[in-house]
């Protein structure tokens, strides 16, 4: 008896899985993308295709569509309203990848669609935030090779690329909301464009898309844009980046450098004119090209100052948008908030005093090191 009525305390207290629904009976969101035009929300989503996915685990496959979705409204709640009228199966947002910010969203409308976002969906902090100035349909209908699902494009893994080409580091959902509360923070948002010819399937290019570049946000503000060219020094340096390739090119001469893992500090320093601050920067780095006769030492310097100037620029760029690219102000604001203090009442630009890069260690892909030693000699 007593068995008999544990069994049925057993039977009362256990879960069951009654709500419980088979994956293919759910539309499961893994890219979105927000646009704002005309006065309009314009929300886009793309599903993932479970037949792709089972395909891709056992090898190659047949092409298998997209499926995207797209509705209008004055606000995102109108916009999503649209999406559910036809849909035809339930949305979840919980293994969303990434979100895709237009230029004009990061304008006008940041605030207003980063709250509605993460208060009316469940959407992970961990999605990927992007931007663009290109039409979301076409991004989120690009293509990955062998016909993999979209969850396996460099959009929904960032990181996956860094080992071998780095570019502007990838920045979270979480991310983003916590550094556009901090007025101090400058936010660099990847930037995504689309190549229609690189990537070819036989004599077919196919859409892809890449890194172009950042939006740049500070203190709850859209400063502007910039490219690759702008950003790399920055991209070379920062403590994100895993893998650059960097190019000397003069006249008689022609390098070719690897730089693995940089590190980057910001360094308080003593002067006769006072307080000053630089930015020091180590770099393990392989020399993998080189049409020189110069010495290893010689080489280095060169690259270490080819660098210093890209790094340069990159501030420079920056600052005519009013962007701290490598978080000078957050750093004096949270270490050194006299120093910060007293910077903002003079004036609004925070500058580095000195500039040094490091290459260390340096060491060339020709392990003979032949016409180094000679030289070096000599």
């Known amino acids: 008896m007593r068995k008999i009525v544990f069994t049925l305390c057993l039977c009362m207290i256990l879960c069951g899985c009654l709500e419980s629904k088979e994956i293919q009976s759910v539309s499961y969101a893994i890219s979105m993308g927000v646009d704002f035009k005309d006065e309009q929300y314009e929300l886009t989503l793309q599903f993932l295709d479970f037949s792709n996915v089972a395909k891709s685990e056992q090898g190659k496959g047949g092409e298998v569509p997209l499926w995207i979705a797209v509705g209008r409204g004055r606000s995102l709640d109108d916009a999503i309203r649209e999406i559910y009228r036809t849909i035809q199966l339930p949305v979840n947002y919980e293994h969303l990848y990434n979100i895709v910010l237009s230029e004009s969203v990061l304008e006008r409308k940041t605030s207003e669609t980063i709250d509605l976002l993460t208060e009316n969906f469940l959407i992970p902090y961990s999605a990927w935030i992007y931007s663009t100035t290109q039409s979301m349909e076409e991004i989120l209908a690009s293509k990955v090779i062998f016909n993999y699902p979209f969850l396996y494009s460099r959009l929904s893994q960032p990181k996956d690329m860094q080992g071998q080409l780095s570019s502007v580091p990838p920045l979270s959902l979480q991310e983003f909301m916590l550094e556009y509360e901090e007025p101090t923070k400058t936010i660099m948002t990847p930037s995504i464009n689309i190549d229609k010819s690189a990537i070819k399937e036989d004599l077919t290019g196919i859409p892809v898309p890449y890194f172009e570049g950042a939006h740049i946000v500070k203190d709850k503000k859209h400063l ?136 260390h260690p340096f060491n060339s892909i020709n392990k003979t090191d032949f016409k180094f030693k000679n030289k070096s000699k000599e």
């Open 224 to 359: 502007g844009y910039l490219s690759i060219t702008d950003l790399e020094g920055y991209i070379l340096t920062n403590n994100e980046s895993e893998r650059s390739l960097f190019d000397l090119k003069e006249e008689d001469m022609f390098l070719t450098v690897e730089l693995n893992n940089p590190k980057y500090k910001i360094k308080q320093t003593s002067s006769a004119d006072g307080t000053g601050f630089e930015l020091a920067v180590t770099i393990p780095a392989v020399l993998r090209e080189n049409s020189t006769e110069l010495s290893m030492d010689e080489v280095k310097r060169k690259v270490e100052t080819a660098i210093k100037a890209e790094i340069s620029h990159s501030i420079n760029k920056g600052r005519e948008l009013g962007a701290d690219i490598f978080q000078l102000e957050d750093y004096l604001y949270r270490r050194h908030h006299a120093d910060w203090r007293s910077i903002q009442e003079t004036s609004d630009t925070f500058e580095f005093e000195k500039i040094v890069v490091t290459l």
